[in-house]
């Protein structure tokens, strides 16, 4: 068994996040760790597809959250650009993350201490231009079934 994944391009990033999208609950919480460029919005981008989402799946580099219309709605935060973890006291962040929709976090760091406990951190590594690694680490209670990687 192993928690890691190697991709090696951006369509097979997607198509390993549409597979994983099959294994995420409503009010799931998933935080996608990883440097510029390393696929964060890719693997979003996947996951959307699986869950019937028809917008297009970008960085939301000016808003911290973009939702989508899907089965149920996707609340995709990119925290990037957030100045301090209070900043999402504003938004009604802890709303969002205890709501009905599934929950993607870019940046997460970004948000301290307001983390969930239970959510799913993937950490993503560039390995060289088109290779990426994908390391899971199910975090609280969050159930994980390994044998989807
Ligand atoms: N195996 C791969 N998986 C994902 N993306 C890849 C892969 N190989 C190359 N790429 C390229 O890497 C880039 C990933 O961009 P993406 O916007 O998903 O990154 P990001 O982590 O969301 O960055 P940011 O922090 O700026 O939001 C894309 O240009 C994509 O084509
Ligand atoms: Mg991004």
């Given at each position: 068994m192993t928690n890691k994944l190697i991709t090696y391009s951006a369509e097979e990033t997607k198509n390993f996040g549409q597979k994983l999208s099959a294994h995420l609950q409503p009010g799931d919480v998933v935080c996608l760790f990883g440097n510029?460029?390393?696929?964060k919005t890719c693997l979003a981008q996947g996951i959307c597809r699986g869950w019937g989402v028809q917008e297009p799946v970008v960085s939301p580099s000016f808003t911290l959250l973009n939702e989508y219309t899907a089965r149920h709605p996707v609340y995709h935060f990119d925290?990037?650009?957030?100045?301090?973890?209070?900043?999402?006291l504003n938004i009604g962040f802890e709303e969002y993350l205890y709501g009905e929709g599934l929950v993607l976090i870019e940046w997460?760091?970004?948000a301290g201490s307001q983390l969930p406990q239970d959510r799913l951190d993937i950490f993503i590594t560039i390995r060289s231009p088109e290779e990426r690694e994908f390391k899971m680490i199910p975090v609280g209670g969050f159930p994980m079934d390994w044998d989807i990687l």
């Open positions: 510029l460029g390393s696929g925290l990037y650009r957030l100045k301090s973890p209070s900043e999402l997460p760091e970004n």
